[in-house]
């Protein structure tokens, strides 16, 4: 039987002015008709490359060697004429983060019909009431509204847009699918539909579906088997299940580590990383002792663009205690970053109070800045939270310049020691681009260690970094409590860094924290419908769950 | 001067993110207009300012060139109402404005909105057809030179642009004349030699147009093509043009239906943010070609002084502009669905 | 360690990354052979200008010693010609761009220090002080600046310091919104929120982060400020506006509409000094362009 899609050996380089870049080398893959396969990497990999090669999607400077025969026809070696007719008619693409997949000044519905007109069945033009029938039967397949055919990309939230990219890739009934990366920057529960929506649709129609992510737990939720690829090649091939218990490439054992399952006590304070973290400090601070920085009933609104008020932050009390990490979880828009840069001071509350230590938060002046000495920031994207043209040194010791410390030099040198960045006099003029995004957020780490702070506040701390990245930073953040004792308040949408390092758990939704308590009590046994729901949509499922259905 | 914007930066100055937040289509309008409102109101200011405050004692301005003796500077004192103090003059010409009122000419001794008035169409057909013609021309070009980014159309075009953007228009206008030399009538918008009928007069008028018209366009257009190719250019690697082109549309269609119509959008806006330096185009070229527009009615009165007609011609300006930019500010919410529906 | 050492290490870890910095910028700069040419020739204009009172004599300007007869064309003797008072039209070009240039440079330097005032502070205070900013700033953007420069310079004592002002400040407001839109792409970047969260007021923000970020967009602009500048000046002499005493390229293309020499085709009296304008101008955009290029993150990768 002809594969639906068979790679041979193929090779993707890049012309740069610097020579070339390959890309992508020697991979070898083949998907049989009906089948699912995920292709798993981080950034870089190029994975996305694989599959923008398919239909020959790449920037002029790409040069391709091998075959990608598609239904046994070569891509790289058809006319333009070809190429146009087999492009969405046979196979069709969902794009990574739809909010620029789509045209932002056209309807939704006529974008979703312009494939149709173009690739008419048997080469007869359609009426415009069957196109538009068919449109409305797309939209209704992705469970949306057929009035939402008038609406604008704007106008939709990110999974709704999400839909109308499935719906608009199966307008042609293609035999392929290619979706690259679908369900990045949604939340967990808006994941889970969509990821569900296009299970769905795939399989009833016996389509091929190749899907790419850099979340092995999203794949191997979706695909029969997955690929993993590390820096332009295909290190691992094998059956979902098979892989993801028993990962053989040290690689495809990094990308599992860095999503642990939720229940697993062998993940339970233990991210991945490969310097073995100190034991448990023997004396902890206990639960008993007087809160370290507290919120007191606060709340704070906002007006949106129509004027209309918005409780982004409703009557919230949250403690983090000397010597403890906190987890605060929730989604987008569910005000925990507002409710960070309140505790901060870097926004006023409308009402309530921020007390550090016992003593109310000065809302300015030299006080403010002295409680700025002791609760530092870590913000989610490292590449722009240092500032591009500053140096190392001059990032880290912005801090102690503003406050005026002594010994600047042995500051910044001792904070990138802590940082784990050594040797920290190798780091000194290097500028941000010339470092990896897990040294950048070192970096941040280090400016903020530079002041001696009590407390980390960390929104997102690993949101932007690779996966093999992500133990390490999640393990600094451990190895500083218990070492140092510094407490973090660590933002996330993340469960599974939740379980991986944090003591307690604070579920935030909708402005309001709906659950709090320690680690273990809130994800292994979750009282309120949100949080059970955030858990059920984890796409690899909790451990518990999985041994209960086992 | 011609020029206030560098080409480049107009696509940064549209800042679409700025224009996004939406708010309920009336309070938008009323607050544009609103704003426009204040702008006139500012303008009006400004012009008491300029021309009433700031050259001293205008009797004396009048006066400077001219045997004046005292019992006339009393007159003239009186009849200007420069007796009275600033806040009540201000009163005075405030009121009159809106009276119709613009003062009287220092030299032809006529009042500034009758002179204003025989100047206006004259300069609206001048400079409404080079406009029209700039701005099909600048973004057919525009489109052209960014889809074939770097290739010979793109390099030949944007050089051609840029030494067309170099020069100021004045200079074209006089080499013109000396090329044509006698091809085309130098002065005015009418020979008097004629025939009648609509038809012979209309053609003499288009005769009459032709060259001052073309310095216009060879400068104006060349800013528009330069601002729509960099606007095109952005959009170039957006994400949605893959879309399209992974669903087998040909390249033209991705660039009609998809590019365009989102690199349109600022360029649009501009086209109507830019008709202040219009409006300096006007001033100058009408002054080489002598058209009788409001141009050379500034450039003779700036030769008296004649500061009531400058004044004049300053406030109807000026206006003018606002006016333009709060229909660039209407049209563009009518336009982008991102800002009518948000 | 002491405190003085450990200072000037720092300190000399951020000269040598400067250094590198601009070497770089220098770099990409010199790939663009336009932009680089444009920046010799400026140069030598520049040092022309400077050294002219060196190499040339200026008697040949004054009508009491003429020594040519009116509009008569080039010849050997006078290279381009003379004008209507027999003077060579290739000295008073080459002395016009003295004139020019000390416009052109003082007028920009005044409206790209009114602009960058105007646009940082707009961008970095927000609330009722950024909105009354930007509504002025829109106001004098649409206003018909040359319009309003004529007003300026006609109710001004006439006078190269007069032209100087009625440009500046009317070309100031494009500079504004510039800065200011990039002063807010700056201070929307996370590292921002840092340093406030580090314990950083406004003086800190605005010197060690904004003003080091718009500085090279300002440079940029500033050169494309210079060409316009240059150009409203010609065009303000032109309209007989300017320093009736000074020669300078407006003027000559004046004299030569009003007196007659554009009418008995003397072309030589029109080419000259409206190739040097062209010229000038073209030179300040092409390196203008080039600089934004390599420095405007926004246009980054566009042009080349």
């Given at each position: 039987m002809t594969a639906l899609l068979e790679l041979k050996n193929l090779g993707v380089t890049y012309r740069t002015g610097g020579g070339d870049v390959p890309a992508v080398r020697g991979v070898d893959l083949r998907l049989d008709a009906g089948g699912t396969l995920g292709v798993a990497g981080e950034s870089g990999s190029g994975k996305s490359t694989v599959a923008m090669s398919v239909l020959r999607l790449l920037p002029r400077s790409a040069k391709i060697t091998g075959e990608i025969l598609l239904d046994g026809e070569d891509v790289s070696e058809m006319r333009w004429g070809r190429l146009r007719a087999v492009r969405w008619a046979e196979a069709s693409v969902v794009f990574q983060g739809a909010m620029h997949a789509l045209n932002p000044v056209r309807r939704i519905g006529e974008q979703i019909a312009e494939p149709i007109r173009l690739h008419a069945p048997d080469g007869k033009a359609q009426t415009e009431a069957q196109v538009q029938a068919r449109v409305t039967e797309l939209l209704e397949q992705v469970d949306l509204p057929r009035s939402r055919a008038g609406a604008y990309p704007h106008e939709l939230s990110g999974g709704q847009k999400q839909r109308v990219m499935i719906a608009m890739a199966l307008a042609c009934e293609p035999r392929l699918v290619i979706a690259d990366e679908p369900?990045?920057?949604?939340?967990?529960?808006?994941?889970?539909?969509?990821?569900?929506?296009?299970s769905k649709l795939v399989a009833e129609r016996g389509i091929g579906l190749i899907m790419i992510s850099h979340d092995l737990s999203v794949l191997a939720a979706t695909c029969e088997r997955i690929a993993v690829m590390y820096d332009g090649e295909l290190v691992e091939e094998r059956p979902s299940a098979e892989l993801m218990s028993s990962p053989q490439h040290e690689h495809s054992r990094a990308l599992a580590a860095a999503f642990p399952t939720v229940g697993d006590p062998v993940s339970r304070y233990a991210p991945a990383t490969a310097t073995p973290l100190p034991p448990e400090p023997e004396e902890r601070a206990g639960a008993d002792e007087a809160p370290l920085l507290a919120a007191e009933d606060l709340h704070v609104t906002f007006r949106d663009r129509k004027g209309k008020r918005i409780h982004a932050v409703n009557g919230v009390n949250l403690e983090v205690r000397r010597d403890e990490i906190v987890a605060l979880v929730g989604q987008s828009g569910s005000g925990k970053t507002t409710l960070a840069r309140t505790l901060l001071g870097l926004q006023k509350p409308d009402s309530g109070a921020v007390r550090y230590a016992g003593k109310p938060v000065p809302a300015g002046g030299a006080g403010l800045r002295a409680y700025r000495r002791e609760v530092q920031l870590v913000l989610q994207d490292p590449t722009s939270a240092l500032n591009p043209a500053h140096t190392v040194y001059e990032a880290v010791a912005e801090g102690p310049r503003i406050h005026?410390?002594?010994?600047?030099?042995?500051?910044?040198?001792?904070?990138?020691?802590?940082?784990e960045l050594r040797p920290p006099e190798k780091f000194l003029d290097r500028l941000p681009h010339e470092l990896s995004g897990g040294q950048r957020q070192r970096v941040v780490i280090a400016g903020a260690l530079a002041l001696e702070p009590s407390l980390l506040l960390a929104d997102e701390p690993v949101a932007s970094l690779d996966a093999s990245v992500r133990g390490e930073i999640l393990?600094?953040?451990?190895?500083?409590?218990?070492?140092?004792?510094?407490?973090?308040?660590?933002?996330?949408?993340?469960?599974?860094l939740a379980w991986n390092i944090a003591d307690r758990v604070a579920v935030m939704y909708r402005g309001e924290l709906v659950e709090t308590g320690t680690v273990e009590q809130v994800l292994l046994d979750p009282q309120h419908e949100y949080t059970k729901s955030l858990l059920a949509a984890l796409p690899g499922g909790t451990a518990q769950r999985t041994a209960a259905e086992a | 001067m011609s020029q206030a914007i560098a080409p480049d930066q107009a696509a940064v100055l549209a800042d679409p993110d700025e224009r996004r937040g939406g708010t309920g289509t009336l309070r938008f309008v009323l607050t544009k207009i609103a704003e426009a409102v204040a702008s006139v109101f500012l303008v009006i200011v400004l012009g008491f300012f300029l021309f009433r405050l700031l050259p001293g004692d205008p009797v004396a301005f009048m006066a400077r060139d001219r045997p004046t003796d005292p019992g006339q500077i009393a007159e003239l004192r009186e009849r200007l109402g420069i007796d009275k103090p600033v806040l009540a003059q201000f009163g005075n010409y405030f009121v009159g404005l809106f009276q119709g009122d613009f003062g009287e000419s220092y030299i032809e001794r006529r009042p500034v909105l009758d002179m204003i008035g025989e100047r206006l169409w004259p300069t609206v057909l001048l400079v409404g057809s080079a406009t029209v013609l700039a701005v099909a021309l600048g973004l057919w070009l525009g489109i052209r030179a960014a889809w074939k980014r770097d290739s010979f159309f793109d390099r030949a075009q944007t050089g051609i642009a840029l030494t067309f953007w170099s020069v100021p228009q004045f200079w074209l206008g006089l080499l013109l004349l000396v090329a044509t030399n006698g091809l085309f009538p130098s002065r005015g918008m009418h020979s008097p030699d004629a025939g009648p009928g609509f038809f012979a007069q209309s053609l003499d008028v288009l005769h009459h147009l032709i060259l001052p018209c073309l310095t216009l366009l060879a400068v104006f257009y060349a800013q528009y093509m330069l601002v729509m190719r960099s606007s095109l250019l952005g959009e170039m690697n957006a994400d949605y043009l893959t879309t399209a082109r992974a669903k087998g549309l040909r390249d033209d269609l991705v660039r009609r239906r998809h590019a365009v119509p989102n690199a349109l959008l600022p360029t649009v806006t501009l086209v109507f943010m830019q008709f202040g330096t219009v409006v300096?185009?006007?001033?100058?070229?009408?002054?080489?070609?002598?058209?009788?527009?409001?141009?050379?009615?500034t450039y003779d009165a700036l030769h008296g002084p004649d500061l009531p007609v400058l004044q004049g011609v300053f406030i109807v300006l000026a206006s003018a502009v606002v006016l333009m930019n709060l229909f660039a500010e209407l049209l563009y919410r009518v336009l982008d669905p991102r800002v009518r529906t948000a | 360690m002491t405190a003085a050492t450990t200072a000037e290490s720092a300190r000399a870890i951020a000269w040598r990354r400067r250094r590198a910095g601009i070497a770089r910028t220098w770099h990409e700069f010199a790939t663009q052979k336009a932009a680089l040419a444009g920046l010799f020739l400026l140069v030598l204009t520049v040092l022309l200008a400077l050294l002219l009172p060196l190499i040339s004599d200026q008697s040949g300007l004054d009508v009491t010693r003429v020594t040519g007869k009116p509009l008569s064309p080039p010849d050997s003797q006078f290279w381009l010609g003379t004008d209507i008072d027999g003077r060579s039209v290739l000295l008073m070009t080459v002395w016009g761009t003295r004139i020019s240039l000390l416009v052109g440079f003082c007028a920009t330097a005044l409206s790209v220090f009114i602009g960058t005032l105007i646009g940082i502070t707009a961008a970095?205070?927000?609330?009722?002080?950024s909105a009354i900013l930007l509504r002025f700033t829109d106001f004098f953007l649409v206003?018909?600046?040359?319009?309003?420069?004529?007003?300026?310079a006609a109710v001004l004592p006439q006078g190269i310091w007069t032209i100087v002002l009625a440009i500046g400040v009317t070309a100031w407001p494009s500079t504004a919104r510039l800065v200011r839109a990039q002063t807010l792409t700056i201070e929307s970047r996370p590292y921002i929120e840092r340093a406030r969260a580090l314990g950083g007021g406004h003086l800190h923000v605005?010197?060690?982060?904004?003003?080091?970020?718009?500085?090279p967009l300002v440079l940029a602009n500033t050169t494309l400020v210079v060409g316009n500048a240059v150009i409203a000046d010609a065009t303000l002499s032109f309209l007989g506006v300017g320093d009736p005493t000074s020669i300078s390229w407006g003027a000559m293309l004046e004299t030569a509409l009003n007196n007659g020499a554009v009418t008995r085709g003397a072309w030589w009296n029109l080419l000259p000094p409206g190739i040097a304008i062209?010229?000038?101008?073209l030179m300040f955009t092409l390196v203008g362009r080039g600089l934004e290029t390599v420095l405007n993150p926004r246009l980054k990768g566009r042009h080349s």
């Open positions: 369900t990045t920057a949604l939340d967990v529960i808006v994941q889970a539909q969509v990821l569900s929506v296009l005026g410390l002594a010994n600047e030099r042995d500051v910044v040198l001792k904070a990138l020691e802590s940082a393990a600094l953040l451990l190895r500083l409590r218990r070492q140092l004792g510094l407490s973090a308040l660590v933002i996330t949408h993340d469960l599974g | 300096a185009g006007a001033v100058t070229v009408e002054a080489v070609f002598s058209w009788p527009g409001l141009g050379q009615l | 970095h205070f927000g609330g009722w002080v206003l018909p600046s040359l319009v309003l420069a004529i007003a300026l605005v010197t060690k982060h904004v003003l080091p970020g718009v500085a062209v010229l000038v101008v």
